[in-house]
């Protein structure tokens, strides 16, 4: 069976690819074919993911779209959850999840017992999505406390912030300009650098 691998770190992670060897090999030894990899590095709370929609957009019914960990997938909130769900459901994929074994029946069908199952790990699916958000609220919550306490203690202090770098910036910028038909991937590519990033400079400088 052809399967769709979904790898997602956030910003602050070093490499999105770090469980692609394990999901290979989760992957042969359940007898799926991987067709494609689709890595990013980019917040699981936003849907609009570029390499997750091109994965939604390239993928064929009947397939898996197979992902580490249900926060790898999602940290959305559960109105943009219940859509990538609809999404991945209306496609007609069979999702997957290496550390959710009820969701590995679902690369069988397996009849009244196959129903039942899927029913079962549904709603496991929606509490471990619940969980994954909620630990993400919490963590925002947290460095909202410590700043709001950094400020207390340090009226003067402000948070550095993150500084774009400026040099790369103009590097896509130019890659963008000079190949107008050049795709996200490879300019990314070119300028060694991640799809998100490139999409998002994009986005700011309207090109």
């Known amino acids: 069976m052809i399967a769709h691998l979904y790898l997602r770190a956030s910003t602050k992670d070093q490499d999105a690819h770090r469980a692609k060897s394990a999901m290979e090999a989760f992957a042969d030894d359940r007898g799926l074919l991987i067709a494609d990899t689709?890595?990013?590095?980019?917040?699981?709370t936003t849907l609009n993911r570029p390499e997750l929609m091109r994965l939604l957009d390239t993928s064929n019914t009947g397939e898996v779209l197979?992902?580490?960990?249900?926060?790898?997938?999602?940290?959305?909130?559960?109105?943009d959850w219940d859509v990538l769900k609809t999404t991945i459901k209306a496609k007609g994929l069979r999702l997957v999840i290496a550390d959710l074994p009820t969701s590995h029946m679902m690369?069988?069908?397996?009849?009244i017992t196959g129903q039942i199952m899927e029913v079962i790990n549904n709603m496991l699916l929606d509490l471990m999505?619940?969980?994954?958000?909620?630990?993400?609220?919490?963590?925002?919550?947290?460095?909202?406390?410590?700043?709001s306490k950094k400020k207390i203690d340090e009226p003067n202090w402000k948070p550095a912030g993150k500084s774009k770098n400026v040099e790369l910036w103009s590097k896509?910028?130019?890659?963008?300009?000079?190949?107008?038909?050049?795709?996200?991937d490879e300019i990314a590519t070119l300028a060694g650098c991640g799809v998100a990033t490139v999409y998002r400079i994009k986005r700011e400088v309207k090109v």
Not at 172 to 184: E, Y
Request: hydrophobic content about 35%; proline content about 2%.
């Open 107 to 111: 690369v069988e069908d397996k009849g």
């Open 172 to 184: 896509v910028r130019n890659l963008m300009t000079k190949h107008p038909t050049m795709t996200a």
């Open 66 to 79: 197979l992902c580490e960990s249900v926060d790898r997938l999602s940290r959305l909130s559960q109105a």
């Open 38 to 44: 689709y890595s990013e590095n980019i917040s699981g």
């Open 129 to 147: 999505a619940t969980m994954a958000r909620l630990d993400q609220e919490k963590r925002v919550e947290r460095i909202k406390e410590g700043i």
